[in-house]
């Protein structure tokens, strides 16, 4: 009896121990912010669009009052630095995620991808790229558009955000919900409403 029991204790233990030697191990996590201090630059495509270049501004803008970090925003240059959001298509998001095929992105899609140091928020033209960075800061970060008049920035000093490699591009080709606050400008762009 006493050995059926000893037995059957190294059997379960010996279950447990395979099952934590199979898991997967733990992804890494790329650090934006570390106590109010800005980990990454924002770096923007030198042809981007006016929509695209909107969407580093408002990343930049909407991280620092998120973190209390003030993120240093560049047009794309030769020298790219190690830690960096990159948005929008162009030759620096090639050059550092050469798998994505940007020129087979439909006009709403998205794309949110971590490699390394890097995060690429990106899409297709002419809004995927806004779209990228709003989806990013409202599923990453915690932010909500509720209303033209109500938003929600949650406040962290240390923002941290899992490996992405997210494509997405919506079912519905025409998103268009016919209520009050669907009719400002900023509130439609911020949650994917394309009716113009």
């Known amino acids: 009896m006493e050995l059926t029991i000893n037995t059957t ?39 981007a669009t006016t929509s695209e270049r909107r969407a580093a501004e408002e990343l930049s803008h909407t991280l620092e009052k998120i973190t ?12 790219v630095p190690k ?14 995620f050469p798998e994505v095929p940007f020129d ?3 006009p709403d899609e998205i794309v949110m991808k971590v490699k390394g140091d890097m995060l690429l928020l990106a899409g297709g033209r002419p809004r995927g790229t806004t779209y990228a960075v709003n989806r990013f800061l409202q599923e990453q ?3 909500r558009w509720w209303t033209p ?8 000093t240390t923002l941290k955000i899992p490996q992405l490699n997210v494509r997405y591009a919506s079912p519905f080709e ?9 009719f400002e400008q900023k509130w439609k762009v911020h949650n994917e409403s394309n009716d113009q």
Not at 83 to 96: E, R, W
């Open 104 to 106: 087979q992105l439909g």
């Open 174 to 182: 025409y998103r268009a919900p016919f209520w009050y606050p669907a």
């Open 149 to 156: 008049w109500t938003t929600n920035i949650p406040q962290k």
């Open 83 to 96: 830690h960096a959001i990159i948005v929008g298509p162009g030759d620096t998001a090639k050059k550092f």
């Open 9 to 47: 204790i190294v059997n379960y233990a010996f279950i447990v121990l395979l099952c934590f030697a199979v898991l997967p191990p733990a992804k890494a996590s790329l650090s934006i912010a570390t106590h109010g201090k800005a980990n990454v630059s924002i770096v923007s495509q030198a042809n």
């Open 68 to 79: 209390g970090a003030v993120f240093e925003t560049k047009t794309n240059q030769q020298e």
């Open 141 to 143: 970060c915690g932010v």
